[in-house]
């Protein structure tokens, strides 16, 4: 997908009036990171996690060892706990598979439901959407949120 049809997929209709979204993202598109949540009527927080890889990849300036989950906010989301923690360590996984440990520190910051756009993986507990969803374990069946998405 072009960064102009993610924009454009219809994510408010799909979420809570107050509540938030988690975007992971690799350093060189920070930016754009931004401008999608913006584009789907957030506004950036803060940085949510940094997941420290363990070992280093590729990288223009500096080799990347690390990824960056975003935090945006749209209206007056409920946090839930103070303890959690921004740093994931975690071993690198298959191309774009993020850490298991995200979806237990998302709960614990904030109630659901929960929603995974471009997800690798099902979570319990989680709607997943994405072309790969069922990559590792089999999806959540929840067509009718889901079609609302794209």
């Not at 300036?61 to 923690?85: A, M, N």
Request: proline residues 4%.
């Amino acid at each position: 997908m072009s960064l102009d049809d993610i924009k454009a997929l219809r994510v408010e209709q799909v979420c809570a009036r107050d509540c938030l979204l988690f975007m992971w993202t690799v350093s060189h598109l920070q930016a754009a990171a931004i401008d999608v949540a913006a584009a789907w009527g957030f506004k950036p927080v803060s940085v949510a996690f940094v997941w420290d890889k363990g070992r280093m990849g590729m990288g223009y300036w500096t080799r990347q060892e690390v990824e960056i989950c975003h935090l945006f906010k749209r209206g007056k989301p409920r946090r839930l706990s103070k303890g959690v923690r921004s740093l994931i360590k975690a071993p690198r996984r298959e191309h774009s598979r993020k850490p298991d440990e995200q979806y237990g520190r998302i709960e614990k910051l904030v109630d659901g439901p929960y929603l995974e756009l471009f997800a690798r993986q099902a979570w319990p507990g989680w709607s997943s959407w994405g072309n790969e969803s069922e990559k590792y374990v089999a999806a959540n069946d929840n067509q009718d949120l889901l079609g609302r998405v794209a």
